[in-house]
């Protein structure tokens, strides 16, 4: 990072993913969903498979695990013939109803998450979100989370963009564009996966991983307790390390911890120094 000929800037807004990150600890809306409709068709993937592609748009994630060989291989005995875009278009048909009519049992705000969006606030800075989920499923989420003090002032649905969804940049600079954000190096991307990390790297933003309470450790809070500290301590370790491979700045447990963090990117940005 290079701070050379560069102008301080002020932090502006935070922009956050919603499953495993302000909502459902685990993020275990998606994952169980995405089992369920592949044994609609009589395909068998594990909740570590349909973690894999996590953070991608819904179809595109569909479209990834029917491109794995085991999956295509399934896929090939069910059918007689390798998966195309028109299957993706049928298993994502059969996915949007499953995903709309649960994604309310899903929707219990991460601890802290509310009185940290409150904080952001009463600093003067912005909210922004965006996730994979598309609109019809935000739709049903959003209302739900607002009961409980989840209320971005922006949200992009995974669907609604024609340039695309993660790893690409366009739903953070779309969040960007709609709070009149002057500069991405004011922002702060917060995510749980690693397309998530990557979409906040691309956009210029610094990018902000969360391990115990998203998909790379993949776990409830019921299932972590149950844990040895040892255990924990390695899915953390392993969670890490993968969110900082992508390009995370930071890495925390859940965002509860974001307020330390966001102390040191401010002292940062005042040093003139960027992402």
């Not at 963009?161 to 917060?190: E, F, H, S, T």
């Not at 993949?218 to 307790?225: D, F, I, K, S, V």
Request: with cysteine.
């Amino acid at each position: 990072m290079s701070t050379a000929n560069k102008s301080p800037i002020a932090l502006e807004a935070v922009i956050f993913d919603w499953a495993g990150t302000l909502v459902d600890f685990g993020s275990l809306a998606p994952t169980q969903i995405f089992v369920d409709a592949f044994k609609s068709f009589d395909i068998d993937i594990t909740l570590q498979q349909a973690r894999g592609p996590m953070g991608l748009s819904k179809w595109q994630h569909i479209r990834t695990l029917l491109d794995d060989a085991d999956i295509a291989g399934q896929w090939q005995r069910y059918t007689g013939r390798a998966p195309t875009d028109k299957d993706v278009d049928a298993i994502y048909a059969r996915f949007m109803p499953m995903q709309i009519a649960k994604v309310g049992e899903y929707s219990q705000p991460i601890d802290g998450a509310a009185q940290m969006l409150a904080w952001l606030r009463e600093r003067g800075l912005k909210v922004g979100s965006c996730s994979g989920y598309p609109r019809e499923v935000l739709n049903v989420l959003l209302p739900l989370a607002a009961k409980e003090g989840i209320a971005p002032d922006h949200v992009v649905a995974g669907d609604e963009l024609q340039a695309g969804g993660r790893p690409g940049p366009y739903m953070a600079l779309a969040n960007v564009l709609a709070l009149k954000i002057g500069d991405v190096a004011g922002c702060i991307k917060v995510d749980d996966t690693v397309p998530g990390i990557e979409e906040g790297i691309r956009a210029g933003m610094w990018s902000v991983g969360v391990s115990l309470s998203g998909n790379e450790v993949g776990y409830t809070r019921q299932q972590l307790a149950a844990l040895e500290p040892a255990e924990v301590a390695a899915l953390k370790v392993q969670a890490e390390e993968k969110l900082r491979a992508a390009g995370a700045h930071y890495v925390i447990d859940s965002v509860a911890d974001l307020p330390e963090v966001v102390a040191q990117i401010e002292a940062r940005l005042k040093t003139g120094e960027r992402p």
